[in-house]
Antibody
């Protein structure tokens, strides 16, 4: 069974950093581009970042560029999101999602993880 | 930046057809994807590459994409279809989601 499990969320203060993880299983992890998508409470989906299967290509939402770093460890079947200088508006559930089109992405997201909640508050 | 526009809400009676639109500049030149999200749950894919249904998605879900508008159609809507629906497309190397549509079946 293809599965994605996020972890690392929690309550942090404004200006602090946090590293999210996503553990993948049930498929050849390196053969797929991976993504982070977030959803603020009561709001819609917002794409955050993507990384190709080889890590050669990384893309970020313009509004978040400079504060985020996406990475992956194919040997550990894991995806990461390092978030710095967190703000209250970063409060959201963060989902990891596989791009089913393959290692270079550009396709549809399937499946999604269950999400991890990040709360930024003093 | 590229934008996708969806109606905030759509209502349909049980057994009737629901159409959820997603508008964007020359969207028909891109692929459109659709996700269903129940409250408190993760999104699931219901349509990919404009009109293809993943395995396990009921046949009553269909999609089309032409000109500036992609449409998700749910034929014979059921109470279980009540959820939020999001369209998605790629703009260069970035992903764009529509604002979401809450489908009410009543």
């Amino acid at each position: 069974e293809v599965q994605l499990v996020e972890s690392g969320g929690g309550l942090v203060k404004p200006g602090e950093s946090l590293r999210l993880s996503c553990a993948a299983s049930g498929f050849t992890f390196s053969s797929y581009s991976m993504n982070w998508v977030r959803q603020a409470p009561g709001k819609g989906l917002e794409w955050v970042s993507s990384i190709s299967g080889s890590s050669a290509d990384r893309y970020y939402a313009d509004s978040l560029k400079g504060r985020l770093t996406i990475s992956r460890d194919n040997a550990k079947n894991s995806l990461y999101l390092q978030m710095n200088s967190l703000r209250a508006e970063d409060t959201a559930v963060y989902y990891c999602a596989r791009d089913a089109a393959g290692p270079t992405g550009g396709g549809w997201f399937d499946p999604w993880g269950q999400g991890t909640l990040v709360t930024v508050s003093s | 930046s590229y934008e996708l526009t969806q109606p905030p809400s759509v209502s349909v009676s049980p057994g009737q057809t629901a159409n959820i639109s997603c508008s964007g500049d020359k969207l028909g030149n891109k692929y459109a994807y659709w996700y269903q999200q129940d409250p408190g749950q993760s999104p699931i894919l219901v349509i990919y590459e404009d009109s293809k249904r993943p395995s396990g998605i009921p046949e009553r879900f269909s999609g089309s994409n032409s000109g500036n508008t992609a449409t998700l159609t749910i034929s014979g809507s059921q109470a279980m279809d009540e959820a939020d629906y999001y369209c998605q497309a790629w703009d260069s190397s970035t992903v764009v989601f529509g604002g979401g549509t809450k489908l009410t079946v009543l």
